[in-house]
C-alpha cells in the first residue's frame, strides 16, 4: 500500500509530487504537472523482487538501468538528488552484469541499479564532503564500500547529495545546491545522507549506501518514508570514506558507522551481507565476519521495548501515537510488548555522554585558535551545568583519560551504559523510539538556511562549532528542538 501510495503521488494523483519539466514550484503545480512521466511497474521494486525479475530475463540489467536513467532524467532536476552522475560506466557495468546472469552467475547484487552518499570515494569521481575548495578532488581508488558493492554485481548510477561537512538535518551546499523531499520539494528530506534518501523515495533504485553519527541514515530514511539501517560499530569498514584530500586509510574514527538505505527491511540485510566484514587491510587480515542467526523466526518469539518519551525534551504528539499503534499491532500479532526496564540506562545520563563523545569525535577537525576557545569555556562552565551543549563544549577538550572511561563524579562512562543496553538487549530483542530529535520550524521541517551557514569560506570546525548557536537563536518563537 505505501508503495501504491508514493507511485500515486509521484504521478500526479496525490497532493504533493514531484514532476519534471515545469516552471511552477509549488507542491500543488508539481501534481498538476507530474504526468510527464509515466509510473512503471520497475520503479518501487525491491532488490528481491528485481533479482528475480532479472534471473528469469523478464527485463535485462541494461534494459532496467534506461529506465532508472530516463526516470533521474526527468524528474530529478526539481529534487536534486543524484549529483553526481556515472552514467557511462554503469552501462559498462549493466552489460557486464548481462553477461554473468547469460552465464548462470548468482551475487547478492548482480544487475541492480544503485547510488551511494557523495563522501564515499569512487575511482573518477569527486569526492567534495560539500567543501566548495574540494570541488575538484578526484579520488584514485574506490571506497571499500564501493568495491564490495561492486564486486557483488551493483550498478552504481552516481553520488548523492550531502550537507556542508556531512553535518545538518538537511542535504545542501554551495557546490550541488539543495536536495528536496519527493513528497514535497518545499520540506528537507534530510541529513546528512538526505540525497540518498530522496533518490530511493524517487524510484532511484532500490538501494543506496550512506553513514551515522548523529542520525545521518535514520532521519533521511524518517523524512522521505524509506528504510536504513545503522549497523554495529565497526561492522562495515571506513577506508575511503574520509574527508578530502585525506588518503583512504583503514581505521573507523569514534561514533560513526556505515550503513545501507533501501525500501525494505528485508533489502537492507542483502545489502548489509554485500558489504559488511573487517577491511582487508587491517583486522581483515586474520578475522572474518560470522554475525550470529536471528533469535527468532516469527513474530510471536520476539520481546519488544517501547520508548516513546525523553526525559530532555518533548516528542511530538502525532510520533507518539504512531509508535504507541505499532506497539497495538505487535501486541495483537503475539509480540511481548514492554514500555518499561529496569535494565536500560538513564536517557538523560545517556544523551549527555553522547554529546561528550560526538564533541571529541569531531574536535580534531578543530583549528587551534578555536579550540583554545573552546578550551577557556568549558573552563568556564559552572560543574552543575549538565545542558547538552555544555556537554558537547566538555568534551571537544576532555582528555584522553576521561574519553577511555573514567567519567566525572557522578557521572556515568560509556562503558557503563553500554552494559546496561547489553543486559537489557537479552531481555529485550528490539527497541522502537523516536527517529531523533530535529529542529522543527512551525511545526513542520521546511527548509532552514541560516545564512551563517551558507558561507563557503567557513571551515568545518567553525561551521559546527557554531551550529548549536545558529540553532539557539533560530528556536525563539515558534521553532524548537523536538522528536518528529
Not at 509510473?39 to 534494459?63: F, K, M, N, P
Not at 561492522?235 to 574514527?253: M, S
Amino acid at each position: 500500500m505505501m508503495d501504491q501510495e508514493r507511485r500515486n503521488i509521484l504521478s500526479g494523483s496525490g497532493g504533493v509530487a514531484i514532476a519534471g519539466a515545469t516552471t511552477a514550484t509549488t507542491p500543488v503545480a508539481f501534481a498538476r504537472n507530474a504526468h510527464s512521466i509515466s509510473v512503471s511497474e520497475w520503479d518501487y521494486h525491491t532488490i528481491r523482487g528485481l533479482t528475480e525479475a532479472l534471473q528469469a530475463r523478464q527485463i535485462s540489467a541494461s534494459e532496467l538501468l534506461e529506465h532508472t536513467i530516463a526516470r533521474i532524467e526527468a524528474l530529478d532536476e526539481r529534487l536534486n538528488s543524484v549529483v553526481v552522475r556515472d552514467f557511462e560506466r554503469a552501462r559498462e557495468a549493466a552489460r557486464a552484469a548481462d553477461i554473468a546472469l547469460a552465464r548462470g552467475e548468482r551475487r547478492l547484487l548482480l544487475g541492480i541499479p544503485m547510488t551511494i552518499k557523495e563522501a564515499f570515494n569512487i575511482a573518477g569521481l569527486p569526492t567534495t564532503w560539500g567543501f566548495p575548495q574540494f570541488k575538484d578532488f578526484v579520488p584514485k581508488e574506490d571506497a571499500v564500500i564501493v568495491s564490495r558493492a561492486k564486486s557483488a554485481g551493483a550498478v552504481i548510477l552516481g553520488k548523492t547529495n550531502v550537507p556542508l561537512g556531512l553535518a545538518d538535518f538537511q542535504s545542501y551546499n554551495d557546490i550541488y545546491g539543495t536536495t528536496n523531499n519527493p513528497w514535497d520539494i518545499g520540506r528537507s528530506p534530510g541529513g546528512s545522507s538526505g540525497g540518498s534518501a530522496a533518490a530511493l523515495a524517487a524510484g532511484f533504485g532500490p538501494l543506496s549506501f550512506g553513514s551515522d553519527i548523529g542520525g545521518s541514515l535514520r532521519v533521511p530514511a524518517h523524512f522521505c518514508g524509506v528504510y536504513a539501517h545503522k549497523p554495529t560499530f565497526g561492522l562495515v569498514p571506513f577506508r575511503g570514506y574520509n574527508p578530502p584530500p585525506l588518503p583512504p586509510l583503514p581505521g573507523n574514527g569514534d561514533l560513526a558507522v556505515i550503513g545501507p538505505l533501501a525500501r525494505t527491511a528485508a533489502d537492507l540485510a542483502s545489502a548489509l551481507d554485500a558489504v559488511a566484514g573487517p577491511d582487508e587491510e587491517s583486522a581483515g587480515i586474520g578475522y572474518r565476519l560470522a554475525l550470529p542467526p536471528a533469535r527468532h523466526q516469527n513474530l510471536g518469539g520476539f520481546r519488544v521495548l517501547v520508548i516513546d518519551r525523553h526525559p530532555l525534551m518533548p516528542t511530538d504528539s502525532a510520533v507518539r501515537s504512531a509508535i504507541d499503534q505499532l506497539a497495538e499491532r505487535l501486541a495483537k500479532a503475539g509480540v511481548k510488548v514492554a514500555n518499561t526496564s529496569a535494565l536500560l540506562p538513564d536517557l538523560a545520563d545517556s544523551a549527555r555522554l553522547y554529546m561528550r563523545l560526538l564533541g571529541s569525535a569531531k574536535s580534531a577537525s578543530v583549528p587551534r585558535d578555536l579550540y583554545e576557545k573552546t578550551q577557556s569555556a568549558a573552563t568556564a562552565l559552572r560543574p552543575s551545568d549538565n545542558s547538552l551543549g555544555a556537554e558537547r563544549t566538555r568534551g571537544t577538550v576532555m582528555s584522553h583519560r576521561d574519553w577511555l572511561g573514567r567519567p566525572p563524579r557522578f557521572r556515568p562512562s560509556r562503558r557503563t551504559i553500554r552494559c546496561r543496553l547489553r543486559r537489557d538487549t537479552l531481555r529485550s530483542t528490539a527497541r522502537r523510539t523516536p527517529i531523533t530529535r530535529v529542529f522543527c520550524v512551525g511545526g513542520s521541517c521546511h527548509h532552514v538556511r541560516p545564512p551563517s551557514h551558507r558561507r563557503a569560506d567557513r571551515s568545518f570546525a567553525d561551521w559546527s562549532a557554531n551550529r548549536d548557536t545558529n540553532h539557539r537563536t533560530l528556536s525563539r518563537g515558534s521553532h524548537d528542538y523536538r522528536f518528529c
